[in-house]
Structures are given as structure tokens and as C-alpha cells.
């Protein structure tokens, strides 16, 4: 099996500071085409996740019951979209919006909440916001 940095069968890999890079190249070409929060939130990711940080998405949607017809909103109103930790252990929260779109008054406070612990919060449009966060 080849290693990185190593050329293989002809075909050179690479190294493990060239694979952020080629991601980003990657997945904001994809999200720029697309620009739906679902192909951010996913792009956002892949970028943090090659940068050796741990994301955990966090959906917080309520949830539907077809026998009664009520719907029931999630208790935990605001929590970000992408939570996680860079490899240094910083804790971030990242709320992905579209372009144009505003964070609701749920979400803003719990970025300042999030940010009152000497944390990451952000509310991100693209991957040009994470990484002028330092992510």
C-alpha cells in the first residue's frame, strides 16, 4: 500500500499538508454551484474533518405526530449546526447559513453563550468564514 508523499504504480499521493488544500479546492468549487445550507453545512465539514478536527453535525428539528397531527419543536432551540473540536481541544460551534440568511435570536445567543467560554462561534456562509476563525 503506498504512503503518503510516496509515488505509486506511477502516480505520485499526497502529502498529509497538500490533502486540506485539495479538499478545500474540492468541496468549495461544489458548494459555490450549489449554494443550498445543506451543501455548505456538507463542505464546511469535509474542510474541518481534513483538518483532523472532530465535527458532530447537530440536527434540531422537532418532530412530527401523524396520530394527534401536532407538531413538537426541539427543546434545545438554537444550537448550532456543526459542533466540534479542533485538534488543539478548542470547542467551536459553527452555524451554517446561506448567503443573504440571518441566524435567529435563539441561535445568536447561543453563539454568545458559546463564545462566553473563551470558545469558537460563528455563524459561517462558506469555508472563507472557518478559516478566518482560525478552523
Known sequence: MCQVGQVCQGKATMTDKEKPNFILGKVKA???KTR???DIKR???QYLRARGCLVIPYRNVGIF???TGQYISSPHL???DLL???REGRFFAIEVK??????TLFQEQFLETV?????IAIVAYSIDDCIEAGL
Open 36 to 38: 443550498k445550507e445543506a
Open 43 to 45: 463542505a464546511i465539514t
Open 65 to 67: 405526530k401523524r396520530v
Open 84 to 86: 466540534g473540536l479542533t
Open 98 to 103: 446561506r448567503p443573504g440568511n440571518r441566524p
Open 30 to 32: 461544489f458548494a459555490m
Open 78 to 80: 438554537g444550537i448550532s
Open 115 to 119: 463564545r462566553s467560554f473563551n470558545c
